[in-house]
């Protein structure tokens, strides 16, 4: 089950957190690109920091800052 959705207009990614403690990132054309296990318990709210590759979560453990690497071999655009 999804518990938020985040948006990165720079990278054209989203992020998916959900009850099952892992954040699924989608491509543009919703396709699952990576798949990562979070050790945080509900993520309530998240939001990407295009500038810093940094995806900022909040829930039921409190906040987190997880610095993400994002490398593609194509431009989306």
Not at 9 to 18: A, E
Not at 38 to 43: E, K, M, P, Q, S
């Amino acid at each position: 089950m999804v518990t938020c959705v985040c948006y990165s207009s720079r990278y054209h990614l989203y992020f998916v957190c959900t009850r099952a403690l892992v954040v699924h990132v989608l491509n543009e054309y919703l396709s699952v690109v990576v798949t990562l296990p979070l050790n945080i318990r509900l993520v309530q709210k998240c939001v990407f920091v295009d500038e810093t590759q940094q995806l900022i979560t909040a829930g039921v453990d409190g906040c987190y800052l997880i610095q993400m690497k994002i490398h593609y071999k194509y431009d989306p655009r």
